[in-house]
């Protein structure tokens, strides 16, 4: 980046210019005399040798937005004031020596697992965000993914590490002839509706998978749909054109589990974002020196960043038998650290790693369009921010051996144990215990399924099909009719719209109806909704029940447990030596 255009005068760190105002309570980016000031907005980066495409414009290609040019409609940096010497905190990420009021609501609204965002309310601010956002690639994956982000609801984001060739350094890693780079890590986070937990699902780059037709996106704005093949997952991605959209596909096609979005990184990642929070700890119980992947550290607690880092994750000799699947524990691991560390107190209140992060996380990322904007990445770092760290579980897609193989190189999906949690991530439930937000909520959903049931005759509702298989309401409500006796039922046909969990609306006069109608069909107190019930074609009232994504079949029970247990898995708060 020009280092001018960033106000880098006089080899000055630019994030030690954003400093706490102790007279506004609020951090300000104040340039010096000798630094340039005719704007706050950092200047476009610089190219280096072969690096095509740094510079482009307001209009160029995958969704960059070039700083505003200087004078134009730029507000004239702030005036610098000057506090009295022993309220001016050092510049180089010392906390402020006055805590609370809005200097605490500054840090706050920093935060974030991910450190996407940086000094919002800040002077300035809004400028330096939309710099941010002009750093972050984009890509359009169609309707792979979700065409807009959802902070009131559930939601799945497929994190792409791939084996790319970019960055000083990086030129003997990864794949040489691919300039996309393999699914070389791949990781599924699904964030709970409630927020109250998360799972980091990790799925091994050599199951092999189908991966299906997909339609992508060409420079010229076409579509070219690329044919689907029987192969490694990890060449769901590069390989005959293949974006982060085929990705996305091949995620749902293997685990039922539609991403509603991805965000995508390569080598260079591990050692800037490292690099940036001066340092992930880690811990291996024995010395290793691998010389194939340069990963050399002694037994017990050690601190690497940079190149070490992403030796630290690329390494398979180093760990258990040494193949694919002992990696991405360690990864997991590595990444369970990262977080903590992006969390920490000493990041979260030095405005110089703050911005330090936020420029390497933006620089590495690529993201689908839907979520390539600022104030929508702002989003999703503070809905991420919500989950405990306790409360993130990682775990791995169970697998088998290849038996197509006599010498077993690939794997493929133990659906028997796969099963049971691609269900659960689909259904929102926990792999660990959580506490509900609110306990009188909690009793009050208990308390729907108990009391006074009425009998099966007397029970109205009408089926809606709000997202099951096609046929799904006539079936259900042949089953009710002829083996269940709720005779007093109808087919409503579609519902408005598609639901992910199977709903029961009723009025409070038909509370009896429900109970009886949600013991029929296996339905938890959740999917009990007190409301307003609606009249049959003789006007009498009825209660309704739809069908949404997760129903299985008439008589297939809908319960589901409050948590999952999984004997493999660890969770983001948990220190672990690597072995």
Request: aromatic share 4%; with cysteine.
């Amino acid at each position: 980046m020009d280092a001018q255009g960033r106000g880098r005068a006089e080899n000055v760190d630019p994030a030690d210019q954003w400093v706490f105002n102790p007279n506004t309570g609020e951090y300000e980016l104040q340039l010096g005399d000798s630094a340039p000031q005719q704007s706050a907005v950092p200047g476009p980066r610089r190219a280096a040798d072969g690096d095509e495409g740094a510079v482009r414009s307001r209009t160029g290609t995958r969704g960059r937005v070039a700083p505003e040019a200087p004078g134009r409609d730029v507000p004239p940096p702030r005036r610098r004031r000057t506090a009295p010497a022993e309220q001016v905190p050092g510049r180089r990420g010392r906390r402020p020596a006055k805590k609370g009021g809005k200097a605490k609501k500054a840090v706050m609204w920093t935060g974030g697992s991910m450190a996407l965002i940086l000094v919002a309310v800040a002077g300035g601010g809004y400028l330096y965000l939309k710099h941010l956002e002009g750093n972050v690639d984009t890509t359009d994956v169609g309707t792979a993914g979700a065409s807009s982000f959802r902070k009131d609801e559930a939601f799945n984001i497929l994190l792409i590490g791939t084996d790319k060739r970019t960055g000083e350094g990086n030129e003997s890693y990864g794949d040489k002839g691919n300039t996309t780079g393999h699914a070389d890590t791949t990781l599924l986070l699904h964030v709970a509706k409630d927020r109250s937990n998360a799972t980091v699902l990790s799925i091994p780059r050599d199951m092999v998978v189908d991966i299906p037709d997909c339609e992508t996106k060409q420079e010229d704005g076409s579509f070219k749909t690329i044919p689907g093949v029987h192969d490694r997952f990890g060449y769901s991605l590069g390989v005959s054109g293949r974006d982060a959209g085929c990705t996305m596909r091949t995620v749902h096609e293997v685990t039922g589990i539609k991403p509603d979005h991805f965000m995508m990184a390569d080598f260079n990642a591990i050692k800037t974002l490292t690099t940036a929070v001066d340092g992930v700890d880690v811990c291996v119980e024995e010395p290793v020196n691998d010389k194939k992947s340069g990963l050399n550290l002694p037994a017990g607690p050690s601190t690497i960043q940079g190149e070490q880092a992403l030796a630290f994750v690329r390494t398979r000799h180093a760990w258990g038998n040494e193949g694919d699947l002992d990696r991405i524990k360690v990864q997991q691991q590595f990444l369970a650290s990262l977080m903590r560390k992006m969390s920490s107190g000493d990041t979260l209140t030095s405005p110089t790693k703050l911005m330090k992060l936020a420029e390497a996380a933006t620089e590495a990322l690529t993201v689908d369009k839907a979520i390539g904007k600022v104030g929508t990445l702002k989003d999703v770092a503070l809905e991420l921010k919500k989950v405990p760290t306790k409360n993130i579980s990682f775990l791995t897609v169970p697998v088998n051996d290849n038996p197509a193989e006599t010498v077993h190189v690939t794997v493929v999906v133990d659906e028997a144990k796969a099963g049971p949690i691609f269900d659960a991530i689909k259904g929102d439930v926990s792999f660990t215990d959580v506490k509900q937000k609110e306990q009188k909520e909690k009793a009050a959903v208990a308390a729907r399924l108990k009391g006074t049931k009425a009998p099966a005759a007397d029970v109205r509702t009408q089926v809606l099909n709000g997202g099951a298989a096609d046929g799904s309401a006539q079936e259900t409500l042949n089953w009710l009719q002829l083996e269940k006796g709720v005779t007093k039922s109808e087919n409503g046909g579609n519902a408005p719209a598609d639901l992910p969990k199977t709903t029961l609306e009723y009025a409070p006069e038909q509370a009896d109806q429900a109970r009886t109608l949600a013991a029929i069909m296996g339905l938890s107190g959740a999917a009990m909704k007190p409301g307003k019930s609606v009249t049959n074609s003789q006007g009498l009232p009825m209660m309704t029940l739809t069908l949404g994504k997760d129903f299985k079949g008439a008589g297939i029970p809908l319960t589901g447990p409050a948590k999952i247990d999984v004997k493999e898995k660890t969770t983001a708060d948990k220190v672990q030596c690597a072995s």
